[in-house]
């Protein structure tokens, strides 16, 4: 009679409710946002054990080797029993099983090239310089080969790259992504005596970054009293504007960004819709704008004018669309920008509460020049503003004088 397998087990600590929450709601692109001490690192080496325990190859990728030795050490004394071959130098765990777990600082990053991975798990995302350029240069091709999947786990750090997938994981058209933000008292191991005594401790903007995980926007940060603005109604019925100078703004885009068409009503002065899409051919594009036209009576469509945006616009007023370009250059973009920050502040237009446009509106920043003393206007790098943008056209042509009596040409 053979001998029956030797069955050998590990210790892992239990995940608490909100850690399992992740892996049971998790997709292909995972993005955790959450306080000092929830407990990210313990659910990364977990996220990392599983696939390397069924055989597979996985990925873990700190921002520096500092912050990668501890994890190392971790990792370790929790796999030992199941190690068939460590290396320290490459920080390489190989198990018995035939899994591997590759361990990897993003400072340099480069050296992961070559590499097929099940599952990457990145700790600290937030705080990964760079961090836009390694993840779609460097670890997203190490997924190709088994259509792995991945985890960024981070407390955030304003507003970055992080913060855009974060974003991506909220948005339902990206069902690819999922995102999480849980603060420090989800982790029932940490007393909430000592959360209080961190409170009264640091800096209201410091307890709120470190310990309740928010976003926090940057000084430079362009629209304020955003929440009292996000008032219109989100399911709003065309009848009800009947008659009224309905009009739009056009941003375009087709690859990675989202082309974003903002409808309004100028004499109501509220958002009746913001539509949102991307990798479908322009025809079809043309095609959802002639939609939105004919379901609003759109009087005016100012569309911004670009490489892109050009020989559509061209399309549409072909078609008959009421349709006037609008060129971004560095002395139009400024005063468009304004406009709508004023509005907010002054709480002069009622906006639709979604949460993709809100979070592109949160991030928005301005950049003053040391040298030229000029101020820029954009979505930090490695996010999207393309609903921004919509809606300062949309404003724009609620306002000028010159739109007002533009025929509708249906």
């Known amino acids: 009679m053979s001998a029956s397998p030797r069955q050998?087990?590990?210790?892992?600590?239990?995940?608490?409710p909100a850690q399992q929450t992740i892996v049971n709601e998790s997709s292909r692109f995972n993005v955790l946002a959450c306080g000092r001490r929830f407990g990210k690192s313990l659910l990364g080496i977990q996220l990392a054990i599983e696939p390397a325990l069924n055989g597979y190859p996985v990925g873990w990728f700190s921002p520096t080797h500092k912050m990668l030795a501890e994890v190392w050490r971790d990792m370790q004394n929790i796999l030992a029993?199941?190690?068939?071959?460590?290396?320290?130098?490459?920080?390489?765990?190989?198990?018995?099983?035939?899994?591997?777990?590759?361990?990897?600082?993003?400072?340099?990053?480069?050296?992961?090239?070559?590499?097929?991975?099940?599952?990457?798990?990145?700790?600290?995302?937030?705080?990964?310089?760079?961090?836009?350029?390694?993840?779609?240069?460097?670890?997203?091709?190490?997924?190709?080969?088994?259509?792995?999947?991945?985890?960024?786990?981070?407390?955030?750090?304003?507003?970055?790259?992080?913060k855009q997938g974060f974003d991506n994981g909220q948005?339902?058209?990206?069902?690819?992504?999922?995102?999480?933000?849980?603060?420090?008292?989800?982790?029932?191991?940490?007393?909430p005596e000592e959360i209080e005594f961190q409170r009264q401790q640091l800096p209201e903007l410091t307890f709120n970054q470190e310990y309740l995980a928010e976003f926090l926007q940057s000084e430079g940060a362009v629209f304020r009293n955003i929440k009292p603005n996000l008032t219109a109604p989100l399911k709003p019925i065309p009848e009800q504007h009947k008659g009224h100078r309905?009009?739009?703004?056009?941003?375009?885009?087709?690859?990675?960004d989202f082309t974003a068409h903002c409808v309004g009503c100028a004499d109501c002065k509220v958002e009746v819709e913001l539509d949102r899409f991307n990798k479908i051919e322009w025809a079809f594009q043309r095609a959802r704008i002639r939609a939105s036209r004919?379901?609003?009576?759109?009087?005016?469509?100012?569309?911004?004018?670009?490489?892109?945006?050009?020989?559509?616009?061209?399309?549409?007023?072909?078609?008959?669309?009421?349709?006037?370009?609008?060129?971004?250059?560095?002395?139009?973009?400024?005063?468009?920008?304004?406009?709508?920050?004023?509005?907010?502040?002054?709480?002069?237009f009622k906006w639709l509460n979604l949460p993709v446009?809100?979070?592109?509106?949160?991030?928005?920043?301005?950049?003053?020049?040391?040298?030229?003393g000029r101020a820029t206007y954009s979505a930090p790098e490695g996010m999207n503003d393309d609903t921004v943008i919509a809606r300062a056209l949309m404003l724009q042509a609620a306002q000028m004088p010159m739109f007002r009596q533009t025929p509708l040409n249906l």
């Open 81 to 162: 029993p199941v190690i068939k071959r460590k290396a320290h130098q490459e920080h390489r765990l190989e198990l018995i099983t035939g899994g591997v777990i590759d361990m990897w600082s993003l400072d340099a990053a480069d050296s992961t090239r070559g590499r097929r991975y099940k599952r990457v798990v990145v700790d600290e995302a937030a705080m990964v310089p760079a961090f836009q350029d390694a993840w779609q240069a460097v670890i997203t091709p190490t997924l190709a080969d088994y259509v792995g999947d991945a985890f960024w786990l981070s407390t955030p750090r304003g507003m970055n790259f992080f």
């Open 294 to 348: 004919d379901r609003w009576s759109i009087r005016t469509i100012l569309a911004e004018e670009n490489s892109i945006g050009s020989p559509n616009i061209e399309a549409l007023q072909h078609e008959g669309l009421p349709v006037r370009p609008f060129t971004t250059t560095a002395t139009t973009k400024g005063p468009l920008i304004q406009s709508l920050a004023l509005a907010f502040e002054r709480s002069e």
């Open 357 to 372: 446009a809100t979070a592109e509106l949160v991030a928005y920043e301005s950049k003053v020049s040391a040298v030229t």
């Open 8 to 16: 050998i087990e590990i210790e892992v600590p239990e995940l608490h």
């Open 246 to 256: 309905i009009v739009s703004g056009l941003d375009w885009a087709q690859k990675h």
């Open 171 to 191: 948005d339902p058209l990206q069902p690819e992504w999922a995102s999480w933000q849980f603060p420090t008292s989800a982790n029932p191991r940490i007393k």
